[in-house]
């Protein structure tokens, strides 16, 4: 049996899950049940049976993220619903559990999958590695498997289903951790699951200028980014960085405004699908890497892409 695991964001089941859901539905060739961990909104339910979910087991008990209390009560819902192949989101909550989860169920695990398997002659998973840089061709050999694909990797396949709902609890233990304070970005699309960013760096001059950038995000319904040098200045939030040392990404779009394109950068954005690279010298790196490249000045660029984006 195939199943996934519906990470909840605040009783919403992101794009991520529909894509781990379709991508199960493909490879299972059939219905698939999904663990959630707290109880989703009305309505959330009918987008996973879209994709091919069958059954949602809806975990309470938790009252806040913790990786080892999450592993434990996901892993006892394995093994009891049969589920021998489980595939999950790579986001940063699956690199948190799906370690763990793989040695409660002694699976073989291979994260940062970005294609459907080739099920021919065993299980074998084309995987992203050395920052998007180059790919490994894993054969998972266990019985038990876990695959953690990359979000924007795959498509989504409709595969509508008539799902059921089930809930169970889990005992309460007490974690290792204790977490006092969340704070979260409100508001904001969040870089790892956005399909458009509009990125900027030094080129920009200051961050009195970035108001031309969050414009032309918000027309383009996509989250802004930016480079490393531009954060550490604290023109930017460090949450905003992606790079080699940042937040690695990849949306369909990447719009990079006034940023070289050093390597450090470029392993974090590589694997987008489609890379527009705007610099005023045209022997920036970025322009080597780019699927399209404008040569010239931002600050006439930007105004001119702002007003094509208001007029469509």
Partial sequence: MTGIY?????????????????????????????????????????????????????????????????????????????????????????KSIAPRIAVGMNASLATNVIAY????????????????????????EKANKIVAITP???????????????????????????????SKSAGKIPLTEAEVVVSAGRGMKGPENWIMVEELADLLGAATACSKPVSDMGWRPHNE??????????????????????????????????????NKDPEAPFFKAADYGIVGDAFEILPQLIQAAKNR
């Avoid at 099920?119 to 998972?140: C, D, E, I, P, Q």
């Avoid at 390597?263 to 690279?277: D, F, N, W």
Wanted: neutral net charge; proline residues 2%; hydrophobic residues 40%.
């Fill in 152 to 182: 924007n990797s795959t498509d989504l396949i409709e595969n509508n289903q008539s799902i059921s709902i089930e809930n169970t609890a889990t005992e309460q233990i007490n974690a290792s951790t204790q977490i006092l304070s969340t």
């Fill in 117 to 140: 398997p080739d099920m021919s002659n065993g299980f074998t998973v084309k995987r992203g590695v050395f920052s998007g840089k180059g790919f490994a061709y894993v054969k998972l």
């Fill in 241 to 278: 960085h992606v790079g080699q040392t940042g937040i690695t990404i990849k949306p369909n779009l990447y719009i990079a405004i006034g940023i070289s394109g050093a390597i450090q950068h470029l392993a974090g954005v590589s694997s987008s699908k489609i890379i527009v690279a705007i």
């Fill in 6 to 94: 519906a990470e909840n964001s605040e009783g919403i089941f992101k794009k991520s899950v529909l894509e781990a859901a379709s991508y199960a539905s493909k490879i299972q060739n059939g219905p698939v049940t999904a663990i959630c961990v707290g109880k989703p909104k009305d309505g959330e339910a009918d987008k996973l049976a879209k994709y091919g979910v069958n059954k949602l087991i809806v975990i309470e008990g938790l009252d806040f993220f913790d990786a080892q209390l999450y592993a434990n009560a996901v892993t006892k819902t394995i093994e009891n619903s049969g589920i021998k192949t489980l595939v999950i989101a790579n986001t940063y909550e699956a």
